[in-house]
């Protein structure tokens, strides 16, 4: 089993739908949740971070970490076409120096 | 404000050769990294550096040598390319803090066919 699994997709959706990505994993040391988003041919940057568990929201994005079930989610509100690009969770434990797992990503295309 | 700067962006090489992929970040980190990404694998730790002079290995660091003389650079060399060494790969600098959270902040990439 991979320490950080995601669904592999692609994802196809209309614009205006509800986007739900998810990961789970299986180290219970993680302290740090992350969402990057890749556009084609670019660097991952940063979309999201939660500590702990909880919910976090940022405009139309909201974050969702359930450490009791070992399951992060990201959701998309008003799904665009801009919003068509790789999503890849990221984690890590507490503390400098710990290094980052991350999730193989989930393409998601958001047609017009 | 320009971040992490990797070079070259593309680059084929031959079985055999090396090369360095050059690595630059100007935002102080003490903590860089070098990923390479795959489809399917996602990104995978290949070195990493919690400070000038200080070098560790990642998940997959055969065939890669890295030094660290400067906070600012983390050049990546390629011993003897194979093309199992084809992929993307990503310099990355990362901060850490309790309150502003661990945030890894990527360069643009570098994509490298192994021939």
């Known amino acids: 089993q991979k320490e950080v699994e995601q669904d592999p997709g692609p994802l196809s959706v209309p614009e205006g739908a509800i986007v739900s990505l998810n990961c789970t994993y299986s180290?219970?040391?993680?302290?740090?949740f992350m969402w990057y988003r890749q556009y084609s041919r670019k660097g991952p940057e940063l979309l999201m971070y939660?500590?702990s568990s909880g919910n976090k929201e940022d405009g139309r994005f909201t974050a969702q970490v359930d450490k009791s079930s070992k399951y992060i989610s990201l959701f998309i509100r008003d799904s665009q076409p801009s919003d068509s690009a790789t999503y890849l969770c990221a984690m890590s434990e507490w503390g400098y120096g710990q290094n980052f797992v991350f999730g193989p990503g989930t393409r998601l295309s958001v047609l017009p | 404000n320009a971040g992490v700067t990797q070079t070259p962006k593309f680059q084929v090489l031959k079985t055999g050769q090396s090369m360095t992929l050059q690595c630059a970040q100007d935002m102080n980190h003490e903590y860089m990294s070098w990923y390479r990404q795959d489809p399917g694998m996602g990104l995978r730790l290949i070195h990493y550096?919690?400070?000038?002079?200080?070098?560790d290995q990642g998940e997959v660091p055969n065939g890669y040598n890295v030094s660290r003389s400067t906070t600012e650079d983390f050049p990546l060399r390629l011993l003897s390319a194979a093309p199992s060494q084809t992929s993307v790969y990503f310099c990355?600098?990362?901060?850490?803090?309790?309150?502003?959270?661990?945030?890894?902040?990527f360069g643009e990439g570098s994509w490298l066919t192994v021939v």
């Open positions: 180290n219970s040391a993680f302290q740090y």
């Open positions: 550096s919690v400070g000038a002079g200080i070098t």
């Open positions: 939660t500590y």
């Open positions: 990355a600098s990362t901060t850490y803090g309790r309150n502003s959270g661990n945030t890894i902040y």
